[in-house]
């Protein structure tokens, strides 16, 4: 069979599996151990279930309730064969929370796995739909599924974490999935070669398109984990030996803090990539000082996600950067607030809509992020906070994201987010929530001293909170809007 790197370009879903001789290595999950045929078998039978015993159709929608497994990602191949859409639910969600996104995109069927059959089947019950484990879809036998999927077709769901407003589906057509496969894998140089090891959730875009699907693409080997846990990471970095892996800073802090991570051996990691538009100094220099670059990756559930990346080469010398523009990705700045303006894309791997026909970008195909950017000489970029998150204070503008990285680096600051007040003189002033680190005393006079070497003085905080912790979506995102309110 041609390899990866010379065969033509699939041009569905399907024939991603079919790239790779069948006993060469593809997923290894828990004491289980994949092949490229046994995996492409799983997506076969999965199709076969669907369409035969549970009817689905063309266009029709699956959902998954349930923490990493192989079965998903049998189910969203096997799906995209027939047409169909996967849809999965972030299990961190609540109840009414999963119902709502069920009423919104209707799907007929929910598959789980088997922490999550109670709630799962809860839940179909409340909705009137079928619930099913994940051991059905290995049941499949004769007849295969026709295979009515194409490039255009939709194949994926993914829900924005709802920051503003309620959560909306990100519409991902297989031919945006392949898109963003193919540029992900040049850009990290994956290969046969590679193992990838994934802890982050499939349920988003970071944990299933940044590297995941990339590796299958490339013909690379994944390591999956259920979920994420430090020891148990560590424990596979060291053992395993995978070359590339995914985090986050919520993560990486997690990695550093562990006993096991002075004594894990971080030598087969060519480069840690890390999904995130803002990434604390200190937990880089961490890495770096044991060796191993971190390149940041950055994007939107709507972008791919794989849209700006700091690849391994710059990765020392761009500390706080995004990096550059993925190929076959164009990166322009919108409308300005003050020093920066919000950053717009357009791509292959950019979604056209949310669910289920409602534009996400404008007519000549531009994603506005609502991220505030700025574009450095060399044409890398550098995300400097949300547009509507930015503080106005006595006509001075200030990203918090300025505010926060500079606090953070400060070692008695475990987490801090920075916000904007009502003020009668000015307008806003700047506001802190901080969560120190566990013993910790160190209170305003401290850091505020710590603030004062690295900030403007228009841009220190005039009000501190101190908090046991930072009100979040589900997907890790600080809600500012939250902290405002509860601290007025």
């Known amino acids: 069979m041609a390899s990866p790197d010379t065969d033509p370009s699939p041009a569905t879903l399907a024939q991603v599996l079919q790239r790779r001789d069948a006993q060469a290595p593809a997923l290894r999950f828990g004491g289980e151990a994949l092949s490229f045929g046994a995996l492409r078998e799983a997506a076969a039978r999965a199709a076969a279930v669907a369409w035969r015993d549970w009817g689905v159709r063309p266009g029709e929608r699956v959902a998954w309730l349930g923490a990493n497994h192989p079965g998903q990602l049998a189910l969203l191949f096997g799906l995209a064969r ?57 049941a499949g036998g004769g007849a295969e599924a026709p295979e009515r999927g194409r490039g255009e077709d939709p194949a994926l769901l993914v829900f924005t974490s709802g920051t503003t407003g309620g959560p909306k589906a990100a519409v991902h057509t297989q031919a945006h999935l392949l898109a963003n ?92 990539w890390a999904g995130s538009s803002l990434l604390p100094a200190p937990l880089i220099e961490a890495f770096h000082a044991r060796g191993v670059p971190v390149c940041n990756v950055y994007g939107a559930t709507e972008t791919g996600p794989f849209s700006i990346a700091l690849p391994p080469a710059h990765a020392m010398d761009h500390v706080g950067s995004c990096g550059w523009p993925a190929p076959g990705v164009e990166a322009r700045l919108g409308a300005a607030h003050g020093d920066a303006a919000e950053l717009l894309l357009r791509g292959p791997n950019i979604v056209a809509r949310y669910w289920p026909d409602q534009p996400a970008c404008d007519a000549q195909g531009w994603f506005a992020t609502g991220d505030l950017a700025q574009r450095d000489a060399d044409g890398s970029w550098r995300i400097v906070g949300r547009a509507k998150d930015l503080i106005i204070s006595g006509g001075e503008n200030i990203h918090p994201a ?53 900030l403007a003085r228009f841009k220190l905080p005039r009000r501190w909170f101190f908090v046991p912790e930072l009100p979040k979506t589900a997907l890790g995102k600080v809600q500012r809007g939250v902290l405002a309110k509860q601290l007025a």
């Open 181 to 272: 496969m193919r540029i992900a894998a040049q850009v990290q140089e994956m290969g046969p070669a590679d193992t990838v090891l994934t802890v982050l959730p499939l349920f988003h875009v970071g944990g299933l398109c940044i590297q995941t699907l990339p590796a299958l693409y490339a013909g690379a080997q994944v390591i999956l984990h259920a979920r994420f846990h430090p020891g148990e990471t560590l424990e596979c970095i060291g053992r395993e030996r995978p070359t590339l892996t995914l985090q986050v800073p919520a993560t990486m802090k997690a990695l550093i803090e562990h006993p096991r991570w002075a004594a894990t051996d971080l030598a087969s990691l060519r480069a840690v």
């Open 402 to 454: 300025e505010v926060e990285l500079a606090l953070a680096a400060h070692p008695a600051v475990a987490e801090c987010a920075a916000f904007a007040l009502p003020d009668a003189r000015w307008g806003e002033v700047v506001a802190v929530a901080v969560v120190r680190v566990p013993g910790s005393d160190a209170d305003e006079p401290l850091l505020r001293a710590h603030l004062e070497q690295r």
């Open 82 to 138: 027939i047409g169909a859409l996967l849809l999965p639910l972030n299990f961190r969600l609540a109840p009414a929370e999963w119902r709502q996104l069920l009423a919104q995109c209707t799907p007929r069927h929910l598959v789980h796995d088997a922490d999550w059959g109670g709630p799962a089947r809860e839940l179909a019950s409340a909705c009137g739909i079928a619930a099913h484990a994940v051991e059905s879809l290995s």
